[in-house]
């Protein structure tokens, strides 16, 4: 079965960094788009970055030059490295393939920027 498999979540001081990673298995994994979404308490989930099975890559204006995501196909991982992070990056953040009408999601890794 397909499994999505995020880690690298956890608390940091604001201006801190983190990177995220999402290990996937049951699917050929260079052929998904993978996405990093997350959802803050209260809020919906949202679209965070995507990277393209090319490599092309786009990213929310809240995390344009904050945030990076990168993927391994020969590791099968997805990346995101986050810099610079804010308080309002707290959030739980899910990993996300997507092809054609399959849709598969992670458990999800709880962000928490706090002093």
């Known amino acids: 079965q397909v499994q999505l498999v995020e880690s690298g979540g956890g608390l940091v001081q604001p201006g801190g960094s983190l990177r995220l990673s999402c290990t996937a298995s049951g699917i050929i994994f260079s052929d998904y788009v993978m996405c990093w979404y997350r959802q803050a308490p209260g809020k919906q989930r949202e679209l965070v970055a995507v990277?393209?099975?090319?490599?092309?890559?786009n990213y929310a204006d809240s995390v344009k030059g904050r945030f990076t995501i990168s993927r391994d196909n020969a590791k099968s991982t997805l990346y995101l490295q986050m810099i610079s992070l804010k308080p309002e990056d707290t959030a739980v953040y899910y990993c996300?393939?997507?092809?054609?009408?399959?849709?598969?999601w992670g458990q999800g890794t709880q962000v928490t920027v706090s002093s």
């Open positions: 996300n393939a997507g092809l054609a009408a399959l849709r598969y």
């Open positions: 990277i393209f099975s090319g490599g092309s890559t």
